[in-house]
């Protein structure tokens, strides 16, 4: 972990000196292109750690795991889908994002946890 945060420090030390040699006038271009090389880190080790325990899931479980793969998901989506319904339509565009997120979890888990049919009693 140490690593990583030594190469975060490199990174940020190098768009803080991008900035100071090219001024003022491209510092949002610095700055988005430094969060877009956090975001990918981020993605990358959130895409990492779902894998691994959906790996770890299959092992306990025998298998499956299908189920638990929509949440997961909607979550590591919502992150860049907040960011652009933020961007571009303000707070009612998040709060339409997410209630979508929401919505989409609600029927998959309703979907999913459907009642048992009853056993058929033919000996009456």
């Not at 209630?99 to 009642?115: F, R, T, Y």
Request: proline share 3%.
């Amino acid at each position: 972990m140490n690593s990583r945060q030594d190469e975060l420090k490199r990174d940020l030390d190098a768009a803080v000196q991008t900035r100071k040699e090219l001024g003022k006038e491209y510092e949002a271009e610095i700055v988005d292109s430094f969060l877009a090389r956090i975001d990918s880190r981020l993605d990358a080790r959130v895409e990492q750690r779902v894998s691994e325990q959906l790996d770890g899931g299959r092992r306990r479980s025998g298998g499956g795991g299908g189920a638990s793969k929509l949440p997961i998901v909607s979550l590591v989506m919502g992150i860049p889908l907040s960011g652009v319904a933020a961007g571009t339509s303000g707070i009612w565009g998040l709060i339409v994002c997410w209630a979508g997120i929401v919505g989409v979890n609600m029927a998959n888990a309703l979907a999913s946890h459907k009642p048992e049919p009853k056993a058929r009693r033919d000996d009456w």
